[in-house]
């Protein structure tokens, strides 16, 4: 059991990754927790790091079958690509792209979650016994990494201030929100897919086809909101979706929407 002590100032950080890559895809899951930095995030994670000075930063893996996914399968996904690469054409519902959810697919990477949480609060209680009640949780998050944090969530989220969360182009945004009020800040970033005036399709994150994540609109004032990739970025069905090409996240500046430090 957790030791909670009061009157921490503390920060952990929690760095939850997206899906491996098709050659991983059927790797096997142990929703382990680890404090070894990850090659995922392209060394985003070490700047982070340095802006919220956490007394730990912890790495999970989302990663899950592309079966899980709206793709639902690879030729799904291959096909969708093939498309969406061709359609210079405005669409708010995403023509061309997959997104019919898939909520069974979800919802296993939500239940998964809930394991990892538990993991997460075993390893802080044996490595890092004086993090406390009043200590923050800082969240980053990419890809299928969402759903699998909301997971995690239902099992920390009492025993945390809920600091920032960097929602980094989410798969399935809208199958399942949170009460994101709970948070200081919340940050969605990626494409503008379902806005009035959103990019062409061709120009959309066709990996994880992007809307706002639910609940992100009751959110109240002052506290965070959607940031989209700049036209001046690499934007396409991969491009706008995958970190390597991230570079504009940390191009936001202290004033700008959607900067982000502790």
């Known amino acids: 059991m957790l030791c909670w002590f009061q ?48 007394t730990a930063a912890l790495y999970v893996s989302g990663h899950h079958p592309m079966s899980t996914s709206m793709h639902r399968s690879k030729a799904r996904f291959g096909a ?6 061709c359609l210079w054409v405005r669409s708010k519902k995403g023509f061309g792209l997959n997104t019919r959810p898939n909520p069974e ?34 969240i980053v998050c990419h890809s299928m990494g969402y759903a699998y944090v909301l997971g995690i969530l239902t099992q920390v989220d009492t025993l945390f201030h809920l600091g920032k969360i960097l929602i980094l182009s989410p ?27 959103a990019d062409l399709i061709v120009f959309q994150d066709g990996i994880a086809p992007q809307a706002a994540v639910k609940n992100l609109d009751q ?15 690499p934007r396409g069905t991969v491009w706008s979706h ?15 929407y959607g900067y982000f430090t502790r």
């Open 7 to 54: 009157g921490h100032s503390q920060r952990v950080m929690l760095f939850a990754n997206g899906y491996l890559g098709p050659d991983k895809d059927k790797i096997p899951r142990n929703n382990g927790v680890t404090m070894k930095p990850q090659g995922y995030w392209y060394s985003y994670d070490d700047t982070l790091v340095k802006r919220f000075h956490p």
């Open 80 to 85: 969708s690509w093939l498309i969406s690469k």
């Open 105 to 138: 697919g979800f919802n296993i990477r939500f239940e998964n979650g809930k394991i990892c949480g538990q993991n997460m609060l075993k390893l802080l209680n044996d490595s890092l016994p004086n993090i406390g009640r009043n200590d923050t949780l800082d």
């Open 171 to 197: 798969e399935s945004p809208r199958q399942m929100g949170y009460d994101w009020n709970r948070f200081e800040e919340v940050w969605q970033y990626g494409s503008n897919l379902g806005e009035k005036k």
């Open 219 to 233: 959110l109240l004032p002052g506290k965070g909101g959607r940031v989209f990739v700049p036209k001046s970025a």
């Open 242 to 256: 995958h970190l390597s090409k991230f570079d504009w996240f940390f191009d936001i500046r202290p004033g700008d």
